[in-house]
Nanobody, 117 residues
Framework: QVQLVESGGGLVQAGGSLRLSCAASGGIFSINDMGWYRQAPGKQRELVARITSGGSTVYADSVKGRFTISRDNAKSTVYMQMNSLKPEDTAVYYC???????????WGQGTQVTVSS
């Protein structure tokens, strides 16, 4: 339904910052709740942050106060600003869209974030 393309990943030093972007197409962006998930090697995929169509946000405890999710409906894009990065933030980060009406989920291809110590 919705095609998602992440960008902005890369290699950063501990304490640094990175901004991820997720561009959506092929659907009505504004009716989708958007989220960022991550999966580290050997670990299960976990929710990092979520922003609803109404702008309400939730964060994993591990990133609360460091990460900020936002959306720009005019650009059909969701962002995640990541500050004070830690080595344990290293993972592949995936963008997710969930249609509020159909509950259909779409996933991006993922972008690698590596935080060095």
């Amino acid at each position: 339904q919705v095609q998602l393309v992440e960008s902005g990943g890369g290699l950063v030093q501990a304490g640094g910052s990175l901004r991820l972007s997720c561009a959506a197409s092929g659907g009505i962006f504004s009716i989708n709740d958007m989220g960022w998930y991550r999966q580290a090697p050997g670990k299960q995929r976990e929710l990092v942050a979520r922003i609803t169509s109404g702008g309400s946000t939730v964060y994993a405890d591990s990133v609360k106060g460091r990460f900020t999710i936002s959306r720009d409906n005019a650009k059909s894009t969701v962002y995640m600003q990541m500050n004070s990065l830690k080595p344990e933030d290293t993972a592949v980060y995936y963008c997710n869209a969930e249609n509020r009406f159909t509950k259909y989920k779409s996933w991006g291809q993922g972008t690698q974030v590596t935080v060095s110590s």
